[in-house]
């Protein structure tokens, strides 16, 4: 079990839902603080952004991927699209605090040292690795250094990179490790998530799993939860309408909504995993199951037969499995046909 602020994450636990809030303010801190109240109004337990130094983060050479270069200009380079998405150092303050008062845990995922220290000064509960940064060993070492619980998406990796990243944070001092199964693809397609990877991942490492769902509709997240999924983290926005790389891949507030009753609404379902007759099923029980009855007027002192004998609903008299028990008794008084047998009308 992990203990992230209030919330505590593990087997047989609700799990913790995060809003994917990423760079879908599009720069704007006000933006953001309109996705926090969304998330709070979804019933959301966490919002995540995406902290990061353009400057450090990209060449201005560098290409974009196909999904970024259908929801932005093509004259747009990569760095100038994420320098327009970056958000100033302080408003990170400004946005956990704001978190803060509406009840919700703020986190965010660095992509740098700088953006580390920038969120460890404001005191973040929890870092978030993402999955492009699961092979920048040193950016891995010095979060661990902050010795607080980490999120690690695995989304393009290996097994043989996953052993690597967790090794590395595990001799940087942490042990709380939240591993995130993902299909880093915007959106993802549903024929290429294979979510049995999440049983996969808890059997290789033995600690808690998680998804991130990059698809369109909240189908895949609602079935991870159902694969025991212990954190479900779902990409959302304002608009898909507005201008920006994620906005397309994400939900709007309706849906995000939606995602969370559903995840609670199946965790109600699951349950320990322990067979037993609900308070429901009680009743049903003795209205549809059989008992043994009379098949006929049964006078006292006749000896019970198998022709004697009949199957037949409700179940509040003696089980069938019972039949062969009551076959040679005697009848120690009248019983009527269609009278449900028991134990006191028999020697």
Excluded at 79 to 93: C, D, G, T, V
Excluded at 140 to 165: N, Q, V
Excluded at 200 to 222: C, K, M, N, W
Aim: charged share 25%; with cysteine.
């Amino acid at each position: 079990m992990i203990q992230i602020d209030q919330k505590k994450i593990g087997d047989n636990l609700p799990c913790l839902i995060i809003a994917e809030a990423g760079v879908n303010h599009n720069g704007d801190i006000e933006i953001a603080e309109q996705l926090i109240d969304a998330a709070v109004e979804a019933g959301a337990d966490a919002i995540k952004f995406q902290t990061f130094n353009a400057d450090l983060l990209v060449t201005p050479g560098a290409e974009k991927a196909r999904y970024q270069k259908k929801s932005s200009s093509v004259s747009e380079s990569q760095y100038q699209m994420i320098k327009r998405l970056e958000l100033p150092s302080h408003a990170f303050k400004k946005l956990s605090d704001y978190a803060k008062k509406k009840g919700i845990i703020f986190f965010s995922s660095p992509f740098d040292m700088q953006s580390v220290d920038i969120l460890e000064r404001i005191e973040v509960p929890l870092f978030k690795i993402p999955s492009g940064e699961i092979t920048n060993l040193p950016l891995l070492t010095y979060i661990a250094k902050k010795g607080k619980p980490i999120i690690l998406s695995t989304g393009m990796a290996t097994f043989e990179e996953i052993d690597e990243a967790i090794e590395t944070i595990k001799k940087g001092g942490v042990d709380d490790i939240i591993l995130l199964y993902c299909v880093t693809n915007y959106p993802a397609k549903m024929e290429s998530l294979d979510l049995t990877i999440i049983s996969s991942l808890r059997e290789r490492y033995h600690l808690p799993i998680g998804f991130s769902d990059h698809t369109r509709g909240i189908v895949a997240a609602i079935a991870a939860r159902t694969l025991n999924a212990c954190v479900i983290e779902k990409h959302f926005t304002l608009n898909r309408k507005m201008s920006g790389p994620d906005h397309q891949a994400s939900i709007n507030p309706k849906g995000l909504k939606k995602v969370v009753m559903a995840i609670r609404e199946v965790e109600s379902a699951l349950g320990n995993g322990i067979k037993k007759i609900s308070r429901e099923e009680c009743e049903i029980k003795a209205i549809t199951r059989k008992s043994l009855v009379a098949a006929m007027d049964i006078p006292a002192g006749s000896i019970i037969t198998d022709t004697m004998i009949d199957l037949k609903r409700p179940g509040s008299g003696l089980e069938p499995k019972n039949k062969d028990k009551i076959i040679g008794r005697m009848a120690n008084k009248p019983i009527k046909k269609n009278e449900l047998f028991d134990w006191d009308m028999m020697e």
